[in-house]
C-alpha cells in the first residue's frame, strides 16, 4: 500500500479508526487485512484490505478470527461462575 492509498483510505473513513471511530494517537492506524487471503502479516497482496484499525481493535479483531479461540472464550464465557 502507498502512502497516497493509505492517506485516501484513512480520508475515506473519516480520519479515524473503522471500528470504533478512535483518532490516530502517536502511531498510524494499523492496516487491517483478510487473513484467508494473506495468511502472512506482511507484505500483504493488497488486494484484502479491509480498512484502519487503532492498535486495540486491530488486536482484537485478530482474537476474533481464530475460531479456535473463539470456541475457548465462548466455553469460558458459559461457565457457571457461582459454585
Known sequence: MT???YDALLESQGGVCAICGAE???SRLAVDH???CCP???PTCGKCVRG???IKCNVHLSWIEDE???RKADA???RDFNV
Open 3 to 5: 502512502v497516497e492509498e
Open 24 to 26: 490516530p494517537g502517536v
Open 34 to 36: 483478510d487473513r484467508k
Open 40 to 42: 502472512q502479516r506482511k
Open 52 to 54: 484502519l484499525l487503532c
Open 68 to 70: 479456535d479461540w473463539r
Open 76 to 78: 469460558y464465557l458459559e
